[in-house]
């Protein structure tokens, strides 16, 4: 059993920046790749980056520049820098989790509650 925390969500400006954590804790860290989706209401959930435990990252075209995907393997958690962010960026952020594959955009098998984020105009 894997558990995830997500947290560091919040109402920003645009332009502003904000980084968000999720806390792993449960199984072995270090080999899995994690990754961050995101949702908002009546829309399907949206992949937004993916690290793997070798940490080589992917991100989405719609965050390439702005946010990035990192990883702590020591402490158990995953981060995801996002700077000038902008209206279309608030959704819920979730974190993710799976061992390792070759498909690093789905067959997550864990997943947190969620951390939510506004971005003012």
């Known amino acids: 059993q894997v558990q995830l925390v997500e947290s560091g969500g919040g109402l920003v400006q645009a332009g502003g920046s904000l980084r968000l954590s999720c806390a792993a804790s449960?199984?072995?860290?270090?080999?899995?790749?994690m990754a961050w989706f995101r949702q908002t209401p009546g829309k399907e959930r949206e992949f937004v980056a993916a690290i793997y435990w070798i940490n080589s990252t992917y991100h989405a075209d719609s965050v390439k520049g702005r946010f990035t995907i990192s990883r702590d393997n020591a402490e158990n958690t995953l981060y995801l820098q996002m700077n000038s962010l902008k209206p279309e960026d608030t959704a819920v952020y979730y974190c993710a989790a799976k061992p390792t594959t070759a498909d690093i955009r789905g067959g997550y098998d864990y997943w947190g509650q969620g951390t939510q984020v506004t971005v003012s105009s």
């Open positions: 449960g199984r072995t860290f270090s080999r899995y790749t």
